[in-house]
Antibody, heavy 120, light 107 residues
Framework: QVTLRESGPALVKPKQTLTLTCTFS??????????MSWLRQPPGKALEWLAL???????YYSASLKTRLTISKDTFKNQVVLRMTNMDPVDTATYYC????????????WGQGTMVTVSS | DIQMTQSPSTLSASAGDRVTITCRAS??????LAWYQQKPGRAPKLLIY???RLESGVPSRFSGSGSGTEFTLTISSLQPDDFATYYC?????????FGQGTKVDFK
């Protein structure tokens, strides 16, 4: 069974760095075609893709947030980590990790999401 | 960046209705289009990928069509479990963009 679970702080202060961890099971990120992404959804708003890392350790970022994001993976721990610097109240959202399986370029498995509030 | 525009934003329907949601891309994305269902407080669920391919385990009343810049999601006979928000998502050159969502609620 494939599962994803996000973890990280529920509250961060403005200008701080957010670090989120996605722990997954049921598949390997070393498998050709496997990719993991981070996405977010502000309350009552649409989904936004943030970053992706693939089985070959190639990384891709949203153009609008590229300077603030770093995605990395630990294949031994089955974890993917997202760092977002210089947090602002507009970054308040539910953050999801999700998998892309093979060449479909669609997110087939999602974590339950973790709500992050940015406030002083 | 490619923009995705969904219509309508809200759709009121009854159980048993045939429902169609449209998604338009600001430039051609060939068939790199997916559809998701999201219920309040839950993560999105993949329904359709590559414009028309039904994800495993998704009921056959859901179908997708289109290519280029115009796409549709159709629910052939709306069931009580289908009242939710639906999002389209495009892929093009290592960017993924979502539409603003269509909420399907009770008429």
């Amino acid at each position: 069974q494939v599962t994803l679970r996000e973890s990280g702080p529920a509250l961060v202060k403005p200008k701080q760095t957010l670090t989120l961890t996605c722990t997954f099971s049921g598949f390997s990120l070393t498998t050709n075609g496997m990719c993991m992404s981070w996405l977010r959804q502000p309350p009552g708003k649409a989904l936004e893709w943030l970053a992706l890392i693939d089985w070959a350790d190639d990384k891709y970022y949203s153009a609008s947030l590229k300077t603030r994001l770093t995605i990395s993976k630990d294949t031994f721990k089955n974890q993917v980590v997202l760092r977002m610097t210089n947090m602002d109240p507009v970054d308040t959202a539910t953050y999801y990790c999700a998998r892309i399986r093979g060449p479909q370029h669609a997110f087939d498995i999602w974590g339950q999401g973790t709500m992050v509030t940015v406030s002083s | 960046d490619i923009q995705m525009t969904q219509s309508p934003s809200t759709l009121s329907a009854s159980a048993g209705d045939r429902v169609t949601i449209t998604c338009r891309a600001s430039q051609t994305i060939y068939d790199w289009l997916a559809w998701y269902q999201q219920k309040p407080g839950r993560a999105p669920k993949l329904l359709i990928y590559k414009a028309s391919r039904l994800e495993s385990g998704v009921p056959s009343r859901f179908s997708g069509s289109g290519s280029g810049t115009e796409f549709t999601l159709t629910i052939s006979s709306l069931q009580p479990d289908d009242f939710a928000t639906y999002y389209c998502q495009q892929y093009w050159r290592y960017t993924w963009t979502f539409g603003q969502g269509t909420k399907v609620d009770f008429k």
